[in-house]
């Protein structure tokens, strides 16, 4: 088992910026990939950014250049940073890690609500 909690939501105002964090324990051998995604009222979850556990990324296509997703494989955390928020990015955003390629685990979700 892995559990993985998030931590960093809130509000921000449009232009903003905020910061998530991930922190993964129990069996984080194995963990192959760690990504973020979220969830709006009335939407399905979507994959916002994933990083491998070598280092590549993958970012979602509404987010490119505005979020940027890391990890310190040493303390087991992954981070996402939000910038130049919308209010389309009003979302309740999950942690994700996939291990060994195949199980996936999920935080609680934190919400960011961008607004004015």
């Known amino acids: 088992q892995v559990q993985l909690a998030e931590s960093g939501g809130g509000l921000a105002q449009p232009g903003g910026s905020l910061r998530l964090s991930c922190a993964a324990s129990g069996r984080i051998f194995g963990i192959t990939v760690m990504g973020w995604y979220r969830q709006a009222p009335g939407k399905q979850r979507e994959l916002v950014a994933a990083?491998?556990?070598?280092?590549?990324?993958n970012y979602a296509d509404s987010v490119e250049g505005r979020f940027t997703i890391s990890s310190n494989n040493a303390k087991n955390m992954a981070y996402l940073q939000m910038s130049r928020l919308t209010p389309e990015d009003t979302a309740v955003y999950y942690c994700n890690a996939v291990v060994w390629g195949r199980d996936q685990y999920w935080g609680e979700g934190t919400q960011v609500t961008v607004s004015s």
């Open positions: 990083i491998s556990s070598g280092g590549t990324t």
